[in-house]
């Protein structure tokens, strides 16, 4: 009893650095280290519960690899957000309890699901009760275990059949099947039909890839210019400084080319201090003068904008639809929010609405293309992305990030990871245009790029070719349906049998 009290915490040692190297390197090991911990983690975690571990060493684990994963956030809330160090800890402290009691509970569920109704129940509601966390959960910062998957091109393309969310069910339900069977000593063939199951689905959805319909080819010129202002810091002549960078590139490019059309995309914040919800005819004029569209970050009063401009248009106006609790919006009612705005100084910002025609029009010899853009953390979310892209009728995704808050830290890598899957989920490439770095393109077929460094400038073009494809992740039924089927299996399971 007490060796085996003795090598408790030490196996939660093991086990939060195994949760960290799931989602700490994307692209480390040829692309393998993110898919392989992500598989691991949740067996060796739900193994030692399953054979009856006590539970708060399950807690305890997953508490120590968030806290691992956010050892970055006290010094970001200090330097940027003004808290004292010793508040920014206990900010981070409470943040990693809130995210590792919601997995913990997924845990619990399935180990319950195990005790009475044996592996493959424990397997269904491990992988249903993560898809709701993932979806219907209150999260500070949204993520979802799926997204290791993005590591690898082949695995990402299963993101088109599965989505994000249903990678993360794959991967803790195949976690929690293997971990079942160590704990009833079944032969190590059925052990390994868990992981067996689901690499195999993900190298055939991977394949039934190509097989997928896909739309007509498209062509833009795209330019990105990466500035590393400082964060939050509002000064006159932001615009003309990215203009003059713009100008360069542009003019070393040679763009625009004739008979091509060219988007350039400023990041999240690349212009402040002014209000660009109303009309403004120079701001046409910039981008009709270059032969050109325009798409930039900025701000409107309370809220946070994109601004699109192109000859011959109406600008496009786009208010983020989902402030971050506490770092951009105080949770909770109306009322509450503004009462404790007014207490502590601290302006909400609004949240813009989904509606239709939410996409940037491009013009294109060939017609339009429509860019549905994303601002900063709203990539992160697979639904409401899904949605935007949808009613906004898109052929492209953008998104336009403010990572300067990270300063040198890994939080500029992980937003990246998270927000990969997005691209195959709806077969279409996702463009990533930063403040500070890293810039970058995923593409629909799951391969990436990113360049530059945290705290970089950069200037970067790409001669963009892609076809649309017409992905089953772009149902809103995909997310309930997958839900309903294990749910049923559960049930299933769950009906007495006959004598």
Sequence with gaps: MTRGWLLRPLETAVLAGIFVLAFRFPGALGGWLEPVMALLFPLLLLEGLFKGRH?????????????????WVPQTLASKGGLPLGLAWLGMVLLSLWEATGLWLVALGSRWAFRRLGALSAACAAGFLLMAWETFGFHV?????GAAFGALPWAARAAAFLGASGLSALAWGAGAWSAACLAGDAPLRRTL????FAVGLLALLGGAWYLLPREAERTLDVAMVQPNFRAGERWLGMEAEMWRRSDALLKAQGWPGKGRATLLLWPESSVLGRDDRHPDPRLSAEAASRGLAWLYGTEGGPYNLVRGEAAGRPAFIFAKTEPMPFGERTPGPAAFR????????????????????????????SGDLRVHPL??????LPQRT??????GRADLLSNHTNDGWFDRSIATDLHAAQIRLRAPELGVPLLRATLTGKSGLFREDGRFELWGEPLSEGAYTLELRWRPVRTPARSAWLLPGLMALLALLLGLKALPRKA
Excluded: H, N
């Design 338 to 365: 503004r009462w404790i705005d007014a207490k502590m100084g601290f302006v909400s910002q609004e949240a813009g609405v989904l509606q239709e025609g939410c996409a940037f029009a491009v013009p294109t010899p």
């Design 375 to 380: 601002i900063c953390s709203e990539a992160l």
């Design 193 to 196: 039909a868990g992981p067996g």
């Design 141 to 145: 910062y949204p993520w979802t275990w």
């Design 55 to 71: 539970a708060a060493w399950t807690w305890a684990a997953i508490l120590a690899g968030l806290l691992l994963l956010y050892v």
């Design 386 to 391: 899904r949605r935007g892209f949808e009613l």
